[in-house]
């Protein structure tokens, strides 16, 4: 079973990627999920490592994970 299949366009999800047919409740998120279409990574860790991520939460979550603890 795929991703899209898991979750197709809906009233409940009525944001639905052009790419991929993945959809969501909320337009931002779609926003934010295009975002992986384009294999940019403007995202990059600032911590030494290097690492660029496509998203800014998952810099975040990057950052947290390694350089936040203790």
């Keep these: ?6 979750y197709p366009a809906s009233p409940q999800r009525p944001y639905a990627c052009d790419m991929c047919a993945l959809s969501f409740n909320r337009q ?5 999920h ?17 690492k660029t991520f496509t998203r800014k939460d998952a810099l975040k979550r990057h950052q947290v994970r390694d350089f936040d603890s203790a």
Aim: net charge positive.
């Design 1 to 6: 079973m795929t991703i899209s299949s898991q």
């Design 28 to 32: 931002h998120d779609l926003k934010r």
């Design 34 to 50: 295009r975002e992986t279409h384009s294999g940019e990574k403007p995202y990059c860790c600032n911590g030494g490592c290097g």
